[in-house]
T-cell receptor, first 113, second 114 residues
């Protein structure tokens, strides 16, 4: 079983829809990260969470430490939001040192006009 | 300020050869991590270096090695290349201080092993 699981793997939605991507993890973490990867490979960090909720523009990330679950929401989705969204954790259990990330497989999001 | 830079951007090698990939972190960042991303998969952690010391290592064979220089730039070396080493190799840097930190990724080096 992967330490970080994401769902769904693929998501196609219409412009304007509210999007939710889920992430569950099975290890103790010091932080959870949401990242965005566009075609061509570039990865951008969207959020780093250790508790509660963060908001940036139309993006909202929440985390429930007790349930080991996080969600990324996109409000009023737009075709430019089309990308792969990746959940990753910083865990002292994974041998990654202070910063080494353990990644989920990503959610491939397509927003159609 | 320049972001994380990696070189080369693309590389083609044949089986058995070795390769050196380079990464320059954001100015002031002392931590560099390396990741391998095989097509269609999420990245996998390879190494983390902080203040020129290895601070974390993923589940990769000894053919993979890395080092960090006094200016905090880093090299990833892979010996005896296999076809399965074909991947996007990503470098990320993070700032000083303790605890969890936001990572800033470079554009990656795309390695093809024939």
């Amino acid at each position: 079983k992967n330490e970080v699981e994401q769902s769904p793997q693929n998501l196609t939605a219409q412009e304007g829809e509210f999007i939710t991507i889920n992430c569950s993890y099975s290890v103790g973490i010091s932080a959870l990260h949401w990242l965005q990867q566009h075609p061509g490979g570039g990865i951008v960090s969207l959020f780093m969470l250790s508790s509660g909720k963060k908001k940036h523009g139309r993006l909202i990330a929440t985390i429930n430490i007790q349930e080991k679950h996080s969600s990324l929401h996109i409000t009023a989705s737009h075709p430019r939001d089309s990308a792969v969204y990746i959940c990753a954790v910083t865990s002292w259990e994974s041998g990654g040192g202070a910063d080494g990330l353990t990644f989920g497989k990503g959610t491939h999001l397509i927003i159609q006009p | 300020d320049a972001g994380v830079t990696q070189s080369p951007t693309h590389l083609i090698k044949t089986r058995g050869q070795h390769v050196t990939l380079r990464c320059s972190p954001i100015s002031g960042h002392k931590s560099v991590s390396w990741y391998q991303q095989v097509l269609g998969q999420g990245p996998q952690f390879i190494f983390q270096y902080y203040e020129k010391e290895e601070r974390g290592r993923g589940n990769f064979p000894d053919r993979f090695s890395a080092r960090q220089f006094p200016n905090y730039s880093s090299e990833l070396n892979v010996n005896a290349l296999l076809l399965g080493d074909s991947a996007l190799y990503l470098c990320a840097s993070s700032g000083t201080g303790t605890g969890h930190r936001t990572q800033y990724f470079g554009p990656g080096t795309r390695l093809l092993v024939l």
